[in-house]
């Protein structure tokens, strides 16, 4: 597979494992598992269990998993259907967090914080070169920090995925550093 046949076969796992199934008449189990002959006989489906393999195991992002057997396939994180359940397990997160933005978004977050929209989570990452690939793909990136520990510490659930991607419901404004 050529780069640009990851890529794009990347985004169209995403779309269907995190947001819409449905538009290929996939269905996902309780936990975001979708059976992987399922998703290779769906018709017009033009990459093979060798793709599949390809992208879960050289996406920078790790954004998906096979089950033990590979019989199963899921996204990570980032699903905005919310009858998806990833089993993920409270835990307690670094000192601090860092989210990528862009300076239109920050009027926004000082007034409400950082909400996770129409996602399951709001998305962290424990390293600030993480955050500003993130803030990257909307343009000139600024990086919050987040006294997640503190947060934590306040009663707050964190959560991190199978790809490393620390989660939580909300982060309020009182917990953002907003000096870059």
Same mark, same amino acid.
């Given at each position: *597979? ?6 794009? /076969? ?9 947001? +819409? ?9 309780? $936990? ?12 017009? *489906? ?12 050289? $996406? ?7 089950? !033990? ?9 980032? @699903? ?18 860092? @989210? ?9 977050? %000082? /007034?409400?914080?950082?909400?996770? *929209?129409?996602?399951? +989570? ?6 600030? &070169? ?6 990257? %793909?909307?343009? $000139? ?6 006294? !997640?520990? &503190?947060? @934590? $510490? ?15 419901? @909300?982060?309020? !404004? ?7």
């Amino acid at each position: *597979m050529t780069e640009q046949q990851k890529k794009k /076969l990347s985004k169209f796992l995403s779309y269907i494992l995190r947001h +819409h199934p449905d538009a290929i008449g996939l269905k996902l189990d309780d $936990n975001g598992w979708a059976n992987v002959n399922d998703l290779l006989s769906t018709p017009n *489906m033009r990459f093979s269990m060798e793709d599949l393999e390809e992208v879960v195991a050289t $996406n920078d992002k790790k954004r998906f998993s096979f089950n !033990a057997d590979k019989t199963k396939i899921r996204a990570n994180q980032g @699903h905005s259907l919310k009858t998806v359940d990833l089993e993920l397990k409270a835990q307690t997160p670094p000192k601090f967090l860092y @989210h990528g933005t862009v300076a239109k978004f920050i009027p926004e977050i %000082r /007034l409400n914080g950082l909400i996770k *929209m129409s996602r399951q +989570h709001v998305h962290l990452s424990k390293d600030r &070169d993480t955050a500003v690939k993130v803030g990257s %793909r909307r343009g $000139n990136p600024i990086i919050l920090s987040i006294r !997640a520990l &503190d947060m @934590h $510490n306040s009663g707050k659930d964190f959560f991190i995925s199978d790809n490393g991607v620390w989660l939580t419901d @909300h982060i309020p !404004a009182e917990f953002i550093d907003f000096t870059e």
